[in-house]
């Protein structure tokens, strides 16, 4: 509640907006600065401060406690807003996407394909791809590693989903035409006018053709698995078997192929961007490298890696919860009001735009000393606070918490290990490496030099 009073307030406005543009240039120049800047100073404390993006106001929410209430509240602060109109314009009607009502039977439907049983499944497939990546590289080889991760983020994310004849080509043509449409998702919240994505432009032709392509390879993939009939063990069958338990109902094929382009557009950026944010900060802290490489050695020895190795790598869960804080892939998440509603003790107008910047959230000295420093061991047992626990989300929370959490927390680790194991990697330039912003948030590229350990896991 707003201290000075309990009537509601209106919330501040952020300085510095132009008519009709409103920050939108600001958004575009820097926006993780943009954004960082509303998390400071007094307008910050209140909690909710309104920024312009273009002639839409939006209600960026700026405190921990207030995110955490907006999403245990989705009858109040429904899926929507900028952000989520612009994946609804891949995924349509996804679980990702959808509003409450809908998501209520489409989460249990999906949620069986993501058991413990199954992550074992998917987990092999994960250290299988890991591997044979690793024993391409050539010692001394030059590679860009942000392309690398996504393409082995795309192949492991293809081949846990289909596991056809199909698969590799089916991986390979997806994976080309991705890249568009994240541009068209950014490009869709920075500018939410609908009639302005309808216009033959060629940025909205090369759109459209690329979300066409991607239906048409998942379409040729269902009508496969459907005459084949058996469940192969892979999150596409899982899908395909998963029944509504209340009514016994199946998704139909419109319904997978949106479920499908959700689970790659939530799956693959993420899982790729992390994996490379580890290489890197792996690769400039040498020492802790070599630390999580002696835990590695007793923990797994020369074996191959098994999901369940994690439970016994606390510090290299340490090291994955502080990159997953540095750099949570999705940096701006986004609700829509479903009436008039209060936060914070301000007044909030029904259909209101909602947004929150996990990035900024896990970036709070408040709750993270030394925010922007790199530092796992703030994640130790004696250290961690109840402040830092509240302000790290990037998995989300709520009824909208990734369905793939545990998948991610599996699938990231193992490859990363199984890479480091053999090779040391470390940057082949000076270039700096920063985070780059569209839909999601990833690392500028970043060129690496690839050297073979004398033995596995020496330093
Ligand atoms: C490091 C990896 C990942 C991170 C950081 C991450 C983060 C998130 C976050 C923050 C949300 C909540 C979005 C919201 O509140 O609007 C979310 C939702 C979701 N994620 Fe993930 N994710 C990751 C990996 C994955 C993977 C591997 C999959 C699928 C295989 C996946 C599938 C989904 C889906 C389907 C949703 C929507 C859930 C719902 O609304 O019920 N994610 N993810």
């Known amino acids: 509640m707003n201290p000075a009073s309990t009537v509601p307030t209106s919330p501040p406005a952020a300085p510095g907006a132009l008519p009709v543009a409103g920050h939108l240039w600001q958004i575009l120049r820097d926006p993780l600065l943009f954004f960082e800047r509303r998390h400071t100073g007094p307008a910050a404390r209140s909690g909710v401060v309104v920024v312009r993006v273009g002639p839409r106001p939006v209600h960026l929410v700026t405190r921990p406690d ?3 209430h907006l999403l245990a509240d989705p009858g109040t602060f429904e899926q929507g807003g900028i952000y989520i109109e612009g994946v609804r314009a891949l ?13 209520r039977v489409q989460r249990p439907i999906l949620q069986p394909a993501f058991q413990q049983r199954r992550i074992a499944d998917y987990s092999r497939v994960t250290e299988a791809c890991a591997d044979a990546l690793a024993r391409s590289w050539h010692n001394g080889q030059r590679l860009e590693m942000v392309h ?20 590799v080509q089916a991986g390979q043509d997806i994976q080309r035409l991705f890249p568009q449409l994240l541009v068209g998702l950014y490009r869709r919240m920075l500018l939410p006018v609908g009639w302005a994505h309808r216009m033959p432009l060629p940025a909205n032709i090369g759109f459209r053709s690329a ?10 993939e269902i009508r496969t698995y459907r005459s084949g009939g058996r469940d192969r063990g892979d999150l596409l ?68 890696l098994r999901a369940g190795d994690l439970a016994n790598l606390p510090l290299f869960k340490r090291v994955f919860a502080e990159v997953l804080r540095l750099y949570p892939p999705f940096w701006l998440l986004s609700r ?30 408040q709750a ?9 061991d703030r994640w130790l047992p004696d250290r961690v606070t109840d402040a830092q626990r509240e302000a790290h989300f990037p998995f989300g929370a709520g009824t909208r918490q990734c369905i793939g959490e545990v998948y991610g927390r599996t699938a990231i680790p193992l490859v990363v290990a199984t890479l480091l194991r053999h090779w040391r990697l470390r940057h082949a330039t000076g270039r700096e490496v920063t985070p780059l912003v569209k839909g999601t948030m990833r690392p500028s590229p970043m060129s690496m030099t690839v050297t073979r350990r004398a033995a596995a896991y020496a330093p």
């Open 66 to 68: 207030l995110v955490r």
């Open 91 to 103: 995924a349509g009607n996804s679980v990702a996407s959808c509003p409450a009502a809908d998501h």
């Open 148 to 167: 690398g991760m996504h393409r082995l983020a795309a192949e492991v994310v293809t081949r846990t989903l289909f596991s056809g004849p199909g698969t």
């Open 211 to 220: 979300l066409n392509g991607i239906n048409r390879i998942i379409d040729r």
């Open 237 to 304: 069958s899982a899908m395909m078997h998963a029944t509504d338990p209340r009514t016994g109902a199946t998704l139909t094929d419109v319904e997978l192929t949106e479920q499908v382009v959700g689970m790659l557009l939530a799956a693959v950026e993420t899982t790729g961007s992390v994996a490379a944010w580890l290489l890197h900060c792996l690769a400039i802290h040498p020492k802790v490298e070599e630390a999580v490489l002696g835990e590695l050695r007793i923990a797994v020895g020369d074996r191959p």
């Open 336 to 365: 829509v009001t479903t009436g008039p509603a209060e936060l914070g003790g301000h007044r909030i107008p029904g259909g209101a735009d909602i947004a929150f910047s996990l990035y900024c959230l896990h970036r709070a000295p």
């Open 368 to 376: 993270f000393p030394f925010p922007h420093r790199f530092d796992p």
